[in-house]
């Protein structure tokens, strides 16, 4: 048996609730987009309930603590093939010990979901740090990302407090959404051709001015005969380089 769901992750804890209800176990719980049918394949499509989704959340909480949702959401996010099933297990695994399973390494499972939380640690500590922000001419501070996982959710605080008297928005080219904030923190959706592409012709002189200044200092401080390209890759991936100034062409 199949569980389709929408995609979302109160989707997801519906599904999980609805395994409770109809006193089954499925043999897979998949986004509705990326669900393909087989002949042969049961499935029930699963119907998004905030209520449902939030006694789900609830008990896992009463159980294992605000740690554990944390845990299972920002793995949610990571968009894992099969991220579903290890959050299931999780679940499932919670509400029938007495002890809590949290730290329960021995699980493959669950220490599986702790592998893929730090994966995801990593990828926010490296938007924090490599996100650069370009001025448009209606005065807004954009950036374009294309993280690994869905982040997005992950960073709009560490931005705010380091950007609270800025416009700014932050914007997920592969996800097609983004959090923008002015005043509050809230999250954007264009169309497929509405992107905000930061061509020159968008940007303000000044911040065209300064990034061929700063292209012009890195230029000036680099020296190929100290150039270590395997450590320079090892603190900043290539994936990232498209983020750096410094990193496109002259």
Request: charged share 25%; with cysteine.
């Amino acid at each position: 048996m199949t569980f389709v769901y929408d995609a979302t992750y109160e989707g997801l804890l519906s599904a999980i609730f609805e395994s409770y209800r109809l006193q089954t176990i499925p043999l897979r719980i998949v986004a509705e987009d990326k669900h393909q049918k087989s002949l042969f394949d049961q499935v029930v499509t699963i119907n998004t309930d905030d209520t449902y989704s939030n006694r789900v959340k609830k008990g896992l909480e009463k159980k294992c603590g605000k740690q554990a949702s944390n845990l299972i959401y920002r793995c949610f996010l990571s968009e894992k093939p099969g991220i579903e099933m290890l959050i299931f297990h999780f679940v499932r695994t919670a509400m029938k010990h007495e002890e809590n399973v949290l730290q329960n390494y021995r699980d493959e499972q669950i220490l599986q979901l702790h592998q893929i939380n730090k994966q995801i640690g990593r990828e926010v500590h490296r938007m924090h740090a490599f996100v650069r922000f370009q001025e448009t001419k209606d005065g807004m501070m954009t950036s374009l990302i294309n993280p690994d996982f869905n982040v997005i959710p992950l960073i709009g605080k560490h931005f705010v407090d380091r950007y609270p008297a800025f416009e700014w928005l932050i914007y997920d080219t592969k996800r097609r959404y983004g959090i923008h904030y002015k005043d509050s923190l809230s999250f954007i959706t264009f169309g497929e051709n509405q992107h905000r592409y930061l061509a020159g012709e968008v940007l303000t002189s000044a911040e065209n001015q300064y990034q061929q200044l700063w292209k012009s200092y890195f230029r000036a401080v680099d020296i190929p005969e100290r150039r270590n390209l395997k450590l320079h890759v090892q603190h900043v991936p290539k994936r990232y380089w498209k983020y750096l100034i410094e990193k496109s062409e002259a």
